[in-house]
């Protein structure tokens, strides 16, 4: 350490008189004390003064600058000499170097600037803002071929893409034609996880999305995919996972997903398609889930439903029914709710037997498999009322629903389950389907929906209600008064914040349980008219003509 002492002191001196000789003498005394013993060095470094000397050591023409560069990224390190750096003004004359045309000048400075703004958004956003981005995506295209400098680039685009400040800059320049070039030269494995690593973060972002697939990362993908799909080596599992997820991740933005898609001719859709039949699971999964954001239009959902692809998702999950991989039970389930949107495509995939398939799936104790087995259903038997009919008269299915309505632990399950109770009566607007749902204990259930904070769900929850009273009102009747139906109608028409639609549905329920005796007894008590009388005021001319024919109702029966 004396050594080290007498090394700072004559760097003290050295730089002010600019004598380079003894200057890199000093240089290269103090790497050898931070390659013995990096940390103790370091303080001496700091508790000498030193680091504010080194800005003006760091000269574009100098021959010392790499070794101090080097010294920077050494003591950058650790974690208590990187505010010292910063405060010593090092960051600007580093990012100056980075248009150096001298490559350890380049990677030294690369991995000081690394050094010292590693696990420090605040500092990435520095380096953002001072233009870092295009400079370093430039290093790149120049110097591909310097395995060292490409792995600085790849670690620091790794850090700045985790920014979201990041993307805009990332997608000015040609950083998408860059990395796709320089994975099709790779052959290792630890480097393509690399530059898997940057594409990753960067393919969150729509625009670089498009970059990507126009430069073409897709046929790189499915390369991987081909030579992994039968290997048993970690290396080909965790390469395949990589491969396949960026895929689909490429297929959320709708730009990218429609390029893809070719109107159903793209030789990318065939090639996924021909994943959902695979005997791996990786694939099937990364299959389904293709198909679900390929779904994501009516257009697109129509020619898949046409070209058969019901039947392949089908038969992926009759595989998956007993102890299945519920990842893909969830995909697959995922696809075919997109697919049940368009409403040409119901009738036939009803026919296909998609109910019967996912009915399969009633016992699965999985929460994110029951919210999508539960949505698909819903989408389902939107304006079909045979089958709306045949599920709603279905005990099974009503029972679990029931059940999964008190699943307070996932709220996702609890609204599915709530919505499709009341679309099987609106849908189906069956007596028998009624009374399914009032022999199964779903009355209740709709009574809480109809106070939900989402007006879509209250509004269904008060149009299934109303069916109810309308279809058999005496077998609903004791189910109404103990979940408080009056009371609950009272506060919807009193509330200022309630919409238009559910006053009106409130008045028309109002009106329809006035047939029973307990009820209309509550309706009287709870001074119904005073509220309704007010509504006739009401700037919507379908509620205040409602509220006219209520008011009339309400005083003829009292």
């Known amino acids: 350490m004396d050594n080290l002492s007498e090394a700072l002191e004559k760097l003290k001196l050295a730089s002010t008189d600019n004598a380079t000789d003894s200057v890199e003498s000093c240089l290269d005394c103090l790497l050898k004390a931070l390659a013995n013993n990096n940390t103790e060095a370091s303080v001496k470094i700091q508790e000498m003064g030193v680091l504010p000397l080194l800005p003006t050591l760091l000269n574009p023409q100098s021959s010392c600058t790499p070794k101090v560069a080097n010294i920077i990224a050494e003591v950058a390190k650790n974690e208590f000499m990187r505010s010292p750096c910063v405060e010593a003004g090092l960051i600007p004359p580093l990012i100056q170097l980075l248009n150096s045309t001298d490559q350890e000048v380049l990677l030294q400075t690369g991995r000081a600037l690394g050094n010292i703004c590693y696990d420090s958004h605040s500092l990435q956003a520095q380096l953002i803002s001072m233009g870092v981005i295009p400079t370093l995506v430039k290093l790149l295209g120049i110097h591909s071929h310097n395995t060292a400098l490409t792995e600085m680039c790849l670690i620091a685009f790794g850090n700045l893409a985790e920014l979201e400040s990041s993307k805009e800059q990332f997608a000015s320049t040609n950083i998408a034609e860059e990395l796709v070039r320089l994975f099709q030269k790779q052959t290792e494995h630890e480097k393509k996880e690399m530059i898997f690593e940057v594409l990753a973060p960067l393919a969150e972002n729509d625009v670089i999305k498009l970059q990507l697939v126009e430069a073409g990362l897709v046929e790189c993908l499915l390369e991987v995919v081909a030579q992994t799909v039968d290997g048993e080596r970690e290396e080909d599992i965790a390469q395949l996972k990589t491969a396949s997820d960026l895929m689909v991740l490429l297929l959320l933005g709708d730009e990218s997903m429609q390029k893809l898609f070719e109107g159903g001719k793209g030789s990318v859709f065939q090639r996924v398609l021909s994943w959902i039949p695979s005997h791996n699971h990786q694939l099937q999964l990364a299959g389904a889930l293709a198909i679900a954001n390929f779904a994501r239009n009516d257009g697109n959902c129509i020619h898949m439903v046409d070209t058969g692809i019901v039947q392949k998702l089908l038969e992926l999950l009759d595989r998956h029914v007993e102890e299945g991989n519920v990842t893909v039970q969830h995909a697959a389930l995922s696809a ?20 019967d398939v996912v009915l399969k799936f009633l016992q699965s104790e999985m929460p994110p498999v029951q919210f999508k087995l539960l949505g698909t259903l819903r989408m389902l038997i939107d304006t079909q009322a045979e089958a709306a009919d045949q599920l709603g008269t279905n005990g ?94 009272h506060k919807l028409l009193s509330d200022e914040r309630s919409a238009p639609e559910i006053k009106y549905n409130s008045m028309i329920l109002i009106c329809a349980v006035m047939g029973s005796e307990p009820l209309h007894k509550e309706v009287q008590s709870l001074a119904f008219i005073d509220v309704v009388s007010k509504l006739r005021a009401h700037e919507n001319k379908t509620v205040s003509h409602q509220a006219s024919l209520t008011e009339q109702r309400l005083t003829a029966q009292s």
């Open 396 to 489: 099974k299915l009503v029972e679990r629903l029931v059940e999964w309505c008190e699943a307070k632990d996932h709220a996702g399950v609890m609204g599915e389950s709530n919505r499709l109770l009341s679309a099987l009566i609106r849908h189906s607007k069956s007596k028998e389907v009624v009374r399914t749902v009032i022999q199964g204990g779903g009355v209740k259930h709709l009574v809480t929906m109809a106070t939900s904070e989402h007006m879509i769900m209250q509004n269904e929850a008060l149009v299934a209600l109303g069916l109810i009273a309308a279809l058999d009102l005496v077998a609903a009747e004791k189910d109404f008064v103990g979940a408080n139906l009056v009371s609950v109608l």
């Open 336 to 355: 075919l709710r997109n697919l049940a949107i368009p409403v040409v495509n119901k009738s036939k995939m009803l026919s296909a037997g998609v109910a």
